[in-house]
């Protein structure tokens, strides 16, 4: 069964920092492109960042640029978003990722990832 388990959410000032893990199981996503988004009440998913198979390219949303940083450390499996100077309108539940397609190129439509974790909240305080 394949499964992404997000972790690392949590409550923190504004101007703070999280990082957030999500390891996968069940099969390899080395050859995936992997992504996060975000969601609050009564509003769509949101595309955060993307990250390619190998690494090698990363897409962010304006309004993370400069702030956020995806890595993927394919030998475990595991794809991060590192969040710095974080912000109250940043507070969301955290969902991490997977495309199915093999080395495809990173991208920021929800309904072209094929896996989902179960999300993490990070909820930034003013």
């Known amino acids: 069964q394949v499964q992404l388990v997000e972790s690392g959410g949590g409550l923190v000032q504004a101007g703070g920092s999280l990082r957030l893990s999500c390891a996968a199981s069940?099969?390899?996503?080395?050859?995936?492109?992997m992504g996060w988004f975000r969601q609050v009440p009564g509003k769509e998913r949101e595309f955060v960042a993307a990250?390619?198979?190998?690494?090698?390219?990363?897409t962010y949303a304006d309004s993370v640029k400069g702030r956020f940083t995806i890595s993927r450390d394919n030998a475990k499996n595991t794809v991060y978003l590192q969040m710095s100077s974080l912000l109250p309108e940043d507070t969301a539940v955290y969902y991490c990722?997977?495309?199915?397609?093999?080395?495809?190129?990173?991208?920021?439509?929800?309904?072209?990832?094929?896996?989902w974790g179960q999300g993490t909240q990070v909820t930034v305080s003013s």
């Open positions: 990722a997977a495309d199915d397609a093999a080395k495809a190129a990173v991208r920021r439509t929800a309904r072209t990832y094929d896996y």
């Open positions: 069940g099969r390899s996503f080395s050859r995936n492109a």
């Open positions: 990250i390619s198979w190998s690494g090698g390219s990363t």
